[in-house]
């Protein structure tokens, strides 16, 4: 501001400009902090997601090891169905989440390759 107005003029140029600026101001700052709040967000979802993989691949691991396969599968493969479940007709093959292979019986793929893991190590 130019230091020749009075300070009567000044106050009413800074309301002048906040009336034509103000709006702008006001959507930056809430801009800036949704944006600040999305990128902690993902951040620790993404975060609580690598955990929990993390904590499954140590069960997983542990039950290779110890020779307990089925325990492994089932936390290999969470959704498997059961033997009294009823399968989904929409697609006859599904695909092994070891080798991504198709196979028509899962459990018995995702079985054999946790064995083979279990031989490689």
């Known amino acids: ?22 709006g702008y101001v006001i959507l930056g700052i809430a801009a800036g902090a949704l944006l600040l709040y999305g990128i902690n967000y993902y951040k620790s979802s993404k975060l609580e997601s690598q955990l929990e993989a993390s904590s499954l691949y140590q069960q ?42 198709a196979t028509r019986m899962q459990s018995t793929c995702c079985r054999n390759c946790l064995r083979a893991a279990a031989a490689m190590r």
Request: charged share 35%; proline share 5%.
């Open 1 to 22: 501001m130019d230091d020749l107005l009075s300070e009567k003029e000044q106050i009413e140029q800074m309301r002048n400009w906040w009336s034509v600026y103000g």
């Open 60 to 101: 997983l691991t542990d039950y290779v090891v110890d020779g307990d396969l089925d325990d492994a599968e089932i936390v290999a493969v969470p959704n498997l169905p059961t033997r009294r479940t009823r399968r989904r007709r929409s697609s006859p093959l599904r695909v092994c989440t070891w080798t991504r292979t």
